[in-house]
């Protein structure tokens, strides 16, 4: 079976410091993977996506990036983070062998203070 | 542009039956998800619609009409474990993407 998943489930970061999420899938090979951020009483907003490894797109402009060095792993990095990304972090995957149903993560809840 | 319009917030008592709407415009469509989200946790999957008409899965169904643009979400028999939001998330033609409303947020009162 597969499973999907992030560390640290909870993070309070300084105003400029780095950050890095990860996520790992097992079970399952060549899996599309998303990183969401929710903020508080908001929707779901999507970050990034990648259909392999080294391919990643962005859907929305800020001072976030993602990486993925390898088939399953996902890493959502900052090199200085601000207050307004405090929120709930999300990874997730899919594949088409699953309908492309989305499965996420536990998530991290990310504070910046 | 993209747009999914649900309500915010319903209520609705133990043993009711309430429809969530959902209506979405898209660039491309693939199919339409529900999500369930108690708070504080992950989405989890209720349902999937691909073509026209009913899904139905235990107390839990889902209706989708493409030429309408237009999904709901029918939960019977109403538990206070319902109370959650509700994500309606239509799916891009390529599979990449779903594209997540900001949800409504069911109250379920005894």
């Known amino acids: 079976s597969q499973t999907i998943h992030q560390w640290p489930a909870t993070l309070v970061q300084p105003v400029g410091s780095p950050l890095s999420l990860e996520c790992t899938v097992e079970?399952?090979?060549?899996?599309?993977l998303y990183w969401y951020r929710q903020a508080a009483g908001r929707g779901l907003q999507l970050l990034f996506y990648?259909?392999?490894?080294?391919?990643i797109s962005s859907e929305v402009p800020q001072n976030l990036s993602a990486s993925r060095p390898q088939d399953r792993q996902f890493i959502l990095s900052s090199k200085k983070l601000l207050l307004s990304d405090s929120g709930f972090y999300l990874c997730?995957?899919?594949?088409?062998?699953?309908?492309?149903?989305?499965?996420f993560g536990p998530g991290t809840r990310l504070t910046v203070t | 542009g993209q747009n999914i319009d649900q309500p915010t917030e319903m209520t609705a008592t133990e043993g009711a039956i309430v429809q969530i709407n959902c209506t979405y415009q898209?660039?491309?469509?693939?199919?339409l998800f529900w999500y369930q989200q108690h708070a504080g946790e992950a989405p989890t999957f209720l349902s999937y619609?691909?073509?026209?008409g009913l899904e139905e899965k235990g107390r839990f169904s889902s209706f989708l009409s493409r030429s309408k643009g237009y999904s709901y979400l029918l939960l019977k028999e109403l538990q206070m474990k319902d109370s959650a939001s509700y994500l309606c998330?239509?799916?891009?033609?390529?599979?990449?993407?779903?594209?997540f409303g900001k949800g409504t947020t069911l109250s379920v009162s005894s």
């Open positions: 997730a995957w899919s594949s088409i062998r699953s309908s492309y149903e989305q499965y």
């Open positions: 079970g399952t090979s060549n899996p599309n």
């Open positions: 990648s259909v392999g490894i080294g391919q």
């Open positions: 898209t660039s491309g469509f693939n199919g």
């Open positions: 619609n691909v073509l026209d």
């Open positions: 998330a239509p799916l891009n033609q390529a599979g990449t993407a779903l594209i």
